[in-house]
Nanobody, 129 residues
Framework: QVQLVESGGGSVQAGGSLRLSCAIS????????VAWFRQAPGKEREGVAR????????NYADSVKGRFTISQSNAKNTFYLQMNSLKPEDTAIYYC??????????????????????WGQGTQVTVSS
């Protein structure tokens, strides 16, 4: 059974930093990509960052470029989201998600929730002004 367990959320003042972690276990198919999403109250879930492919390519939402960094452990079973220069608008529940498939796609399209087949329980991030 696939499990994704997030940790590292919390409360911080604007300008501060947090690092989220996501431990993934129990999967038997290919792990094509791992992403972080977030959802603020009353808003749709939005993609924040993704890491994918054999070489760990990354992409980011425009709103977090230059501030957030996604990375993975050498064993590719733990994923991180380093969040710097946090803003109040970054306040949300952050979710880790894994795209697990028999065969990984040749190309990766937009970062949308529908392509992800396994999700963590979420961790709250609150940024105060």
């Amino acid at each position: 059974q696939v499990q994704l367990v997030e940790s590292g959320g919390g409360s911080v003042q604007a300008g501060g930093s947090l690092r989220l972690s996501c431990a993934i276990s129990g999967y038997t198919t290919s792990q094509c990509s791992v992403a972080w999403f977030r959802q603020a109250p009353g808003k749709e879930r939005e993609g924040v960052a993704r890491i994918y492919g054999a070489f760990g390519s990354t992409n980011y939402a425009d709103s977090v470029k230059g501030r957030f960094t996604i990375s993975q452990s050498n064993a590719k079973n733990t994923f991180y989201l380093q969040m710097n220069s946090l803003k109040p608008e970054d306040t949300a529940i952050y979710y880790c998600a894994a795209e697990l498939r028999g065969v990984c796609p040749a190309a990766y399209g937009p970062l949308t929730p529908g392509r992800y087949t396994a999700w963590g329980q979420g961790t709250q991030v609150t940024v105060s002004s």
